[in-house]
């Protein structure tokens, strides 16, 4: 028998910690979003910003109707 675990995140405060980490601001969640959803996205934007998935930054700056390309660090 397997069990599964599912973990809902809000996106809003993912996305406020993506932006976060790949802009190089702190990693402190403000108080108004989820701590552990902006973590989390804070580590996977650090982590593009130091060079990790950079077609994964491109991509997601594509979606997000970016007017111009993702800065590299």
């Known amino acids: 028998m397997s ?4 973990v809902n995140m809000d996106h809003e405060a993912w996305q406020a910690g993506y932006a976060a980490g790949l802009q190089g601001r ?10 552990l ?3 989390s ?20 700056a594509q979606r997000a109707g970016a007017s111009k390309p993702a800065h590299p660090c």
């Not at 996205?41 to 997601?60: M, S, W």
């Open 3 to 6: 069990h599964h675990v599912v």
């Open 26 to 35: 702190s990693s402190i969640s403000p108080p108004e979003l989820d701590g």
């Open 37 to 39: 959803a902006f973590i």
């Open 41 to 60: 996205g804070y580590v996977e934007g650090k982590a593009h910003r130091q060079g990790f998935d950079p077609e994964g930054r491109e991509k997601l």
